[in-house]
């Protein structure tokens, strides 16, 4: 009887074993973030540009107009019109504004690295960001950009509307 016990939790706990689930590691970004910036740091220099890189973010940027210094994002929900151009690191736009007409968005609708990019400017302000894939679209391919792309953008911030709290 102790035999077909023992032999009985045996086969139990080859049951158990084989039911439990693959342990896979977790997603590490740091490797394709270093390889981002590393190929954004080489863009810069081929195309002998410079940019500001934030200390914390690790996003890349260079303010041509800072705007008017009193109208600026405050809040997730600020809605802002701007002009902009997206683009890869091997130049080609993958989407843009067309001649003056904005697009409108809430300010934390947007992906990351513009989130950033939008509290750096004020009304009229322009900025050019250079985003790690982690701060863009990540690892998952969107409307002809790649996963992983570093992104290019040129924004406008036009006008925005800050909600009353």
Known sequence: MRHLLFIGAAMMMVFFAACSK?????????????KDVDSIKAYLKAKNLTAIQDSISG???????PG???????????????????????????????????????AGSVIVGWQFALTR???????????????????????????????IFDIELVDLTNPIQ
């Open 22 to 34: 693959d342990k896979t590691e977790p997603y590490d970004p740091t490797p394709q973030f270093n």
């Open 59 to 65: 996003i890349f940027y260079n303010i041509s107009v």
């Open 68 to 106: 008017n210094g009193v109208d600026s994002v405050k809040y997730n929900t600020t809605k802002v019109k701007v002009l902009y151009t997206g683009k890869l690191l091997n130049d080609v736009v993958f989407d843009a504004t067309t001649g003056t007409t904005t697009r409108e968005f809430m």
């Open 121 to 151: 400017i004020s009304k009229g302000g322009k900025i050019r960001v250079y985003i790690p894939s982690y701060y863009g679209y990540g690892a998952q391919a969107k409307d002809g950009i790649p996963a992983n792309s570093p992104l």
